[in-house]
Structure formats: C-alpha cells, structure tokens
C-alpha cells in the first residue's frame, strides 16, 4: 500500500512539473495546446481513478480488520463466526444491533452449525439460556424466514413447536431443550448471537 502511495505522489509531482512548466513556455499553436490540455485531463483521471482505487482498497482494509476483531472476541465456524450479546433485548433491537456491527442475528443452516451455535451459548452465557435467532414467521404465519427473506431449510424444532400461532413470531435457540428452537413472542427479552460471515 505504501508503494501505491508513493507512486500516486509521484504522478502528482510529476502532473505539476509539468503543468508548471508549460505555463513558462511560451505559447504553442492551438492544436498543440488541446494534445497538451488531453494529456493533462487523461493523467488527472487516471490519478483520480488511483485515489479512487486506494479508498476502496483502505475501506475493505478496515472491514476486515472490524471483522477479525469481532470474531476473535467470539468464535469461528467454517465460513462465519459467531459473536453472543448477553444484554437481554426484543427481536428487532437484537436485529438491529447486529446489523449495526455488520452481521446478522445467527441462522444455522445445518445440524453442525446449530450444535456449533449452542455449544457457544452454553459456554458464553449458561447451560440454560435462551438467544435470538435471526428466524420469524413474521410476514406470512407459519411460514419461516431467515432475515435475508429465504425460507430456512434447515429447522431445529422442539416438539410440538412452533405452536404460539401470530402471537409467537420470532424463533430462539434454548439451551435447557438441548439446542431446540421455540417460537417466542417478539416483544420479549433475550440475550442474542450475532454472525458474521467469513471468507
């Protein structure tokens, strides 16, 4: 990256050498002036173009060192790692803060995720706890969607679960039924997970 700055430091030194130095020649023809006027132009996009490649490159920088601090304060899974929240909040505030980190309330997509997740919670919160999942049947009732607005493939219900119709919306993961889900009314407090996704 310093490389890259230098070079673009370089391109300016040079863009105004010579923007200097046409200004003491004297006057060329007309047609000499719009080739020199081009060059010009075309060299300050392109260093445009540089500055504009070096943000995006910095801003990705940043991502991913954020990302690396968060999961190293949580745990890493194949693909994604998971960050708990134990302060106790309804859903949407739970949802939000995730969104607000850059991740998601956790959504298993697989048996081995879903012990994965509950081994975490049992050892971050306690044996017993209850977390947000990034689950609901919020738009259409008995229909269950992750927070992308798929419906889950993967489902973890307890027995005779989800059963609290439009009054239980949102799904949890349950520590005391082993890593069940339950349907829970939204409004509710509960501690969450968050996830990340990784490369």
């Not at 060192?65 to 929240?85: M, N, S």
């Not at 977390?131 to 992750?146: A, C, F, R, Y």
């Not at 973890?156 to 889900?181: F, I, T």
């Not at 829970?184 to 968050?194: G, H, P, T, Y």
Request: aromatic share 6%; hydrophobic share 30%.
């Amino acid at each position: 990256m310093r490389l890259r700055d230098g070079c673009l430091l370089l391109g300016v030194v040079l863009l105004l050498t010579h923007t200097s130095h046409q200004q003491n020649t004297p006057r060329e023809k007309p047609n000499a002036e719009k080739d020199s006027d081009t060059r010009v132009s075309t060299t300050l996009e392109y260093l445009q173009q540089q500055i504009d490649d070096i943000v995006v490159e910095l801003n990705l920088l940043k991502e991913q060192q954020a990302l690396q601090t968060v999961c190293l304060r949580g745990t890493k899974i194949p693909g994604k790692c998971f960050l708990v929240d134990t302060v106790k909040k309804r859903y949407h505030t739970a949802s939000e803060d995730c969104m607000d980190k850059g991740g998601i309330l956790s959504s298993p997509l697989s048996s081995d995720e879903n012990a994965q997740l509950y081994d975490y919670v049992r050892q971050s919160i306690g044996p017993d706890a209850e977390v947000w999942m990034g689950i609901n049947d919020m738009q259409t009732e008995g229909v269950w969607m992750d927070q992308a607005g798929s419906n889950i493939r993967y489902k973890n219900w307890k027995l005779r679960q989800p059963d609290g119709s439009s009054a239980e919306n949102c799904a949890v993961l349950s520590g005391a039924s082993g890593g069940k889900w339950l349907d829970e009314n939204c409004r509710k407090e509960r501690a969450s997970v968050c996830e990340f996704n990784i490369v």
